[in-house]
């Protein structure tokens, strides 16, 4: 009969089989922490948009602080237990009853106590390890969203698979190539990121006669029906084509409204429904009473100030009937919670935001935009406004402010130089103040990005208090401070000190004193103040950072034991 190999001597075999797998892996980690790249924009990708960001960098050093923590507890552990079977009996160390029996003095089920914590030390440096070399993956090759085949190819084996949602959408209005609003443009870039990231979208929107931008993905599909008369989505007809894809094999695991895209008459049927809300009637009392303050005594009053109470009292009566409630900024959420009355636990705060890879600093493309439009480099300073050219967005306001300064002071007039992107009929008054003003009308994303980077501070004159407008999210991504109203959704949750910009009163003669004192400041301070901005924007107001705080939220209200959602705290 062949010998027997004691108990022992197969704990202290599998003891030093965990040591030794966990040093191999610790010079891995080592190995892989030398080779990562200093500059997380690396990549072997030429695509600017599939690079990597700073914050996969980080994750990629913190995992690999994690897995080798975790290898070195195991070892640790593994190490203890054969020092304390060999302090037990030394003179019987291969005799498994005189360990183990003898005097009580190792103790089995301990033993394997320990073998098993040891264990499990492993496995999550092995876990943690794995994550890592989906990062390092990501910095080389480039990003999972991008679906590269390369990505895919080296990172599917790496990592575990999770469920893929089907995802309804209900907007009013997919954005055309040319010109979109904020929530058009929310919901193009969020949507966009979510069948990136794998999950199957269904958009049910309306037929355009201009140039809607349809990606091509295999997993975005979209359902187009005739808009109304008044430009909404026909119910009855986006009802009927919801509930037959519904009814088709697997039906939808979560449903998503911008505003009221889907009406509060059919969202009542949904449980699995959230709408996001980028603009409340409450929120807008607030820019009707400004705008009464601002009206010239010859000019008849306003009934929108009544009106709107009573539209308060409409959206609190059927603002229960949808299921979640996003609200895109600090100051909506609350209330949604204290003014609406509606329970804390449906009410979530996930920020807008904007595309990361598009919107950042770049100085060549600045210079480059300047070119393009003629624009000389002899200004000491240069202001930036960029949106609809309508009454409620301000520029009544920065008109008058602006012809009441270049009148009074020559040297600030000569000196700086003011440029605005948009459309609408604010752009044909603003030529009048001079040629140190540039209308350049609507610009497509790309341009957008050459405009942020071209100026030096971001100028944002808005009276309605709505939401987070998205020309703010971009500047400060692109490394600009800012200039805005002080409404409670932009203090609240965007220029929150005084380190990131400047707010007014909507007021003229508040409005002159903040432009006086961004052009007495000059471009350093500015610099200093777009710097600290970038970083909070990146924080916060990422189109990343957006998708996964829905996608975070999605997989909740399709199965609430999948996760627990925490809205953003800024």
């Known amino acids: 009969m062949p010998p027997q190999t004691s108990t022992t001597l197969i704990h202290i075999m599998a003891l030093d ?69 060999r302090i037990a009996d030394h003179d019987h160390i291969l005799n498994c009853h005189a360990v183990l029996h003898g005097a009580g003095r190792v103790d089995l089920r301990m033993l394997r106590v320990g073998i098993l914590g040891s264990a499990l030390g492993s496995v999550f440096g092995c876990v943690f390890l794995t994550l890592a070399l989906v990062d390092w993956v990501q910095i080389k090759l480039g990003v999972l969203g991008c679906w590269g085949y390369y990505t895919l190819a080296a990172a599917i084996p790496l990592e575990p698979p999770h469920r893929q ?20 443009r929310h919901a193009l870039t969020l949507h966009l ?60 695991d979560v449903s998503h409204t911008e505003s009221v895209g889907l009406r509060y008459t059919r969202s009542r049927n949904l449980s699995n429904l959230a709408v996001s809300w980028h603009g409340i009637a409450y929120e807008s ?48 959420g609350e209330v949604l919670k204290r003014i609406y009355m509606i329970p804390e636990e449906r009410v979530h705060v996930i920020l807008n935001g904007v595309d990361e890879h598009v919107f950042i600093p770049d100085a060549a493309k600045g210079i480059e935009f300047k070119l393009k439009f003629g624009i000389r480099e002899s200004k000491s300073l240069v202001l930036g406004l960029a949106g609809r050219l309508v009454k409620d ?102 220029i929150f000190s005084k380190e990131m910009g400047y707010t007014f009163s909507p007021t003229v003669e508040a409005l002159k004193k903040a432009l006086y004192r961004v052009w007495e400041d000059g471009r350093e301070v500015l610099k200093q103040k777009g710097n600290l901005a970038r970083e909070r924007g990146l924080k916060l107001f990422t189109a990343t950072k957006m998708a996964a705080a829905y996608e975070s939220l999605f997989f909740c209200i399709y199965n609430n034991d999948y996760c627990m959602y925490k809205p953003q705290i800024s």
């Open 285 to 332: 009392i607030h820019s009707d009473i400004i705008q009464e303050l601002l009206r010239a005594p010859e000019q008849s009053q306003s009934i929108a100030l009544t009106e709107r109470v009573k539209k308060v009292v409409e959206e609190v009566k059927f603002f229960k009937h949808y299921a979640h409630h996003v609200a895109t900024s600090d100051h909506a």
């Open 165 to 184: 949602l089907k995802i309804a959408l209900f907007v009013k209005k997919w954005p055309d190539k040319h010109r979109a609003g904020g929530l058009e």
């Open 17 to 85: 089989g965990i040591v030794n797998v966990n040093s191999i892996f610790t010079i891995a980690l080592f190995i892989g922490l030398t080779s990562t790249p200093s500059d997380h924009s690396y990549t072997l990708v030429s695509t600017s948009t599939c690079a990597a960001t700073a914050a996969t960098a980080q994750r990629l050093v913190s995992r690999h602080v994690y897995s080798f923590s975790s290898f070195l507890f195991s070892s640790l552990v593994a190490l203890g237990l054969k020092q304390a079977i």
């Open 193 to 252: 990121a979510l069948a990136k990231r794998g999950h199957e979208l269904h958009i049910f929107t309306s037929n355009s006669s201009s140039f809607p931008v349809y990606p091509a993905l295999a997993n975005l599909h979209f359902h187009l029906s005739k808009p109304t008369a008044a430009g909404y989505l026909d119910q009855a007809t986006v009802w009927e084509q919801f509930r037959a894809e519904n009814s088709t094999g697997r039906p939808f």
């Open 393 to 494: 967005k301000g520029h009544p306001l920065m008109f008058e402010a602006l012809r009441q300064i270049f009148m009074e002071n020559s040297t600030f007039r000569d000196s700086v130089l003011v440029l605005v992107a948009g459309n609408g009929p604010w752009g044909a008054r603003y030529k009048e103040l001079g040629s140190n003003l540039l209308v350049l009308g609507p610009l497509e994303q790309a341009e957008l990005a050459g405009f942020y980077n071209a100026i030096d501070i971001f100028v944002n004159p808005t009276l309605r208090a709505q939401g987070l407008d998205h020309t703010l999210l971009e500047a400060i991504l692109t490394g600009k401070p800012l200039m805005a109203t002080n409404l409670p959704s932009i203090t609240q949750s965007i």
